[in-house]
């Protein structure tokens, strides 16, 4: 039983510092931030365009006739229809692109996680928040992931 125990190489990567030390989750950051920026100028320019068409209801309603103060506001109902239904349509967007963005990013770090487990014969490589006790037998491959990584 004793020899057995002497085999056994535990480790442990933060994997979530690891992940946030990559240029790729930077990278995705960017990538991410700049598809909200633009869903928030679309959606924007939509709230113009209400704001206006309504602005420009509201002056001329007494003077226009039922017909075209009927269509007019079809118009406006259509941009706040529009807007309503653009507002989930971009989270959606935003969230599969973020799934897309992140799968490569984390495969990346099991890749390195798994070399450096086999390059140093450890048999069992965890995740710091997933341990309820640490003994001090246990190596930190942090450091080894991190330089496997080519992080600094």
Partial sequence: MGL????????Y???QELFFAMPEYSAM???LADLNSK???ELRQMEE????KYTAYIAQQDSLTDNIKMRRMQEIEDIRSRMENFVPVA???VQTQQSALIQPIQQKLRDA????????????????AAMLYMGSNVIDATPLVRA???LR
């Fill in 4 to 11: 057995f125990a002497q085999d056994v190489k535990l480790a």
């Fill in 13 to 15: 990567v933060n994997t």
């Fill in 29 to 31: 950051e960017t990538q």
């Fill in 39 to 41: 869903y928030e100028n």
């Fill in 49 to 52: 365009e209400y704001r206006n």
């Fill in 91 to 93: 989270q959606q967007d």
């Fill in 113 to 128: 996680i798994n070399a450096v487990g086999s390059e140093n014969g450890y048999t069992c490589i965890i995740d710091p």
């Fill in 148 to 150: 496997k990584l080519g």
